[in-house]
Every structure is written in structure tokens, then in C-alpha cells.
């Protein structure tokens, strides 16, 4: 069984320019969350997707990033315009309906804004 | 927000010690787990904890639910050089709550040969 994915691995950016990472969950999830690891801290949860509705969104830091999910598959998340505090890994999980604690990382994109 | 405390921040061992690592929390966790994270992968779930007082093992690994669950700890045994790498605690809320995962701040561990 494939694993989560996510593309692309590293992406450096200037300051003030759109960046849209993506990520694939594992097949048959229904539940896709975004997270966040900024400068060596903790993991940090962004938003949570339960198919194509946005079940949470409450960790997204301000209206400068936004996350889709179409179809209920794939996730996108955009960052427009990336500023220098955006810097950092950004991990997708994705779990089963009825294992919602349970959730399965991808291997993160690296966003570094200069 | 809910905050987790991990610790210890970071520690150095022999090769062959046993480890040990907790995270407590203000909050009650429905579930608790443990993650390991090596340089450019993601965290990578190692044992999943669903009961207070649960005893879970995997392989050297051994965690465990605490019964106010508010807190868990992680022990490894016999550490070898693989060991190497971040440890996070992450707790989820009971049902009904926010389903995302909180997590504590990483325990890196070296083992030296």
C-alpha cells in the first residue's frame, strides 16, 4: 500500500511569490490534515479535511494560505504571498474514518522564503 | 490551545541503554500516540494508545496510556544506532472535539557507539 505523498520535496521561494504544495493521501482515507513544523518546534495542526469539506480549519495562521481538496482526493495548499515566517516543513497525514488517531505522514515539503 | 510537555529535550546514550521519554499534559487525551521522525522523512507512527493504563509494545519499544490520561511515556530497550532520531508525543481530544493531533515539542536522541 502506498503511503502518503507529497510534491514537492523542498521549494524555495522569494518573498511576496505564490507557492502551492500538494499531497496524496493514502487511498481510501477520508480524513487529510495539514500540518506544520516552523524552526525546530512542535508540529503544529493547520486545517483537516474529512473528504472534500473542510471539517477544521482553525490552525491556518491567516488568509494568505488557502487548502482544497477536490473531489475528496488530493489536497492543495497554497501559500499567496508567501512571507519570510512561512518558512518551514509542512507535513499532510491522512487516517481511515473510524481511526481518526491514527494518522499516517508524508515525508513533508521543506518551504524556505527568502 | 492544548499544550504537551515533553521531555527530556534531547539525550545522549550508549549504545545498549534503555530509554525512557514522557509527555503530560493540562488536558485529557481520548488517545495517545508516539512518532518517529529521521532527517527529510515525516514522522513515522510507532505505537497507538487508546485506553488509560493501556501497556503497548512493539518490538524494543514499550508505551504506555497513563491513568489520569493526561500523560504517557515511551521506553526503548536495549538502544541500538537506528534509534537515532526525534521522538514526538501526540494526544487527541474524545469524540466530539477537534480531531487534529497535538503534539509535544520532540525528544532527539543520539546513541553512541
Known amino acids: 500500500e502506498a503511503g502518503v505523498t507529497q510534491f514537492p520535496s523542498h521549494s524555495v521561494i522569494e518573498k511576496g511569490q505564490t507557492v502551492t504544495l500538494r499531497c496524496d493521501p493514502i487511498s481510501g482515507h477520508d480524513n487529510l490534515y495539514w500540518y506544520r513544523r516552523v524552526m525546530g518546534k512542535e508540529i503544529k495542526f493547520l486545517l483537516h479535511f474529512v473528504k472534500e469539506s473542510k471539517q477544521d480549519e482553525s490552525g491556518m495562521p491567516n488568509n494568505r494560505f488557502l487548502a482544497e481538496r477536490t473531489g475528496g482526493t488530493y489536497s492543495t495548499l497554497k501559500v499567496q504571498p508567501a512571507e519570510l515566517e512561512d518558512s518551514g516543513v509542512y507535513f499532510c497525514?491522512?487516517?481511515?474514518?473510524?481511526?481518526?488517531?491514527?494518522?499516517?505522514f508524508g515525508p513533508g515539503t521543506r518551504l524556505t522564503v527568502t | 490551545g492544548q499544550q504537551l510537555n515533553q521531555s527530556p529535550q534531547s539525550m545522549f546514550i550508549q549504545e545498549g541503554e534503555d530509554v525512557s521519554m514522557n509527555c503530560t499534559s493540562s488536558s485529557i487525551f481520548n488517545t495517545w500516540l508516539w512518532y518517529k521522525q529521521e532527517p527529510g522523512e515525516g514522522p513515522v507512527l510507532l505505537i497507538a494508545?487508546?485506553?488509560?493504563?493501556e501497556l503497548t509494545s512493539n518490538g524494543r519499544l514499550t508505551a504506555q496510556f497513563g491513568i489520569t490520561r493526561k500523560d504517557s511515556f515511551l521506553n526503548i530497550s536495549a538502544s541500538i544506532p537506528s534509534d537515532v532520531g526525534i521522538y514526538f508525543c501526540?494526544?487527541?481530544?474524545?469524540?466530539?472535539?477537534?480531531?487534529?493531533?497535538?503534539f509535544g515539542s520532540g525528544t532527539q536522541l543520539t546513541v553512541l557507539p
Open positions: 501526540a494526544g487527541q481530544l474524545p469524540p466530539g472535539s477537534a480531531r487534529q493531533l497535538t
Open positions: 497525514a491522512s487516517s481511515q474514518v473510524d481511526r481518526g488517531g491514527e494518522q499516517y
Open positions: 494508545l487508546y485506553k488509560a493504563g
